[in-house]
């Protein structure tokens, strides 16, 4: 597609519920990057993948965060039993290269546990 | 550990009134040093990538420069237009993983 694409853009969930937020970002791009922004605060980073590998998962805040890449395109972000402190905006990225390298985001996931 | 810091945290200006924001960062290696505009409910949006202490870019009204430890984004002449979040983010040389690490932003506003 044209641009890096999520979904849903909004999801409000209930405590102890599990959750799961899609990325298909840019066709070509091989890395892909998750971030979390609560109200106000700067981008948190979660997890990365080249192609469908993570080589870098040191973001993710427990275990009941996963995330998974298939065929180096579609991305899926799998948050467990959420909990209130999981309310944010869930930002997903993607970059042609490994190198120094210019991020395109979506416009995000925005997640409201009750 | 590899830090970003964002300087100040929020900036009101009257439109005209130039000003610089500040992106202070420590990290065991650069590769590179980007900025990003932020508009609500949205995602970022690239702005530039800086590579090496002296480098400078330009786009319109913004203009952004590096020092070994850290980076300033002018803002000369600003209008309304230019209210956003600029964030700034750093990626290490020395990591594999190409981790990319952003700063917590600046809300830039800008009174007509």
């Known amino acids: 597609g044209a641009g890096v694409s999520q979904s849903p853009s909004n999801k409000v969930t209930e405590k102890g519920k599990d959750v799961e937020l899609r990325c298909d970002p840019i066709s070509g791009h091989t890395a892909l990057y998750w971030y979390r922004q609560s109200l106000g605060q700067g981008l948190e980073f979660l997890i990365y993948f080249q192609g469908n590998s993570a080589p870098d998962k040191s973001g993710l805040p427990s275990d009941r965060f996963s995330a998974e890449r298939t065929g180096g395109s579609v991305s899926t972000l799998t948050i467990q039993r959420t909990q209130q402190e999981d309310s944010a905006v869930y930002l997903c990225?993607?970059?042609?290269?490994?190198?120094?390298?210019?991020?395109?985001f979506g416009a995000g996931s925005r997640l409201t546990v009750l | 550990e590899d830090q970003v810091t964002q300087s100040p945290e929020a900036l009101r200006l009257q439109e005209g009134e130039s000003s610089s924001l500040n992106c202070s960062y420590t990290v065991s290696g650069l590769r590179g040093l980007f900025w990003y505009r932020q508009d609500p409910g949205k995602g970022p949006e690239f702005l530039f990538t800086?590579?090496?202490a002296g480098e400078e870019k330009e786009k319109e009204r913004l203009k952004a420069t590096l020092t070994k430890k850290e980076s300033f984004l002018h803002i000369t002449a600003p209008k309304p237009e230019d209210s956003a979040t600029y964030l700034c983010a750093v990626q290490a040389s020395y990591s594999s993983a190409s981790k990319i690490i952003f700063g917590s932003g600046t809300r830039l506003s800008i009174r007509p």
């Open positions: 990225a993607s970059s042609s290269l490994a190198g120094a390298n210019v991020l395109t």
């Open positions: 800086l590579y090496s």
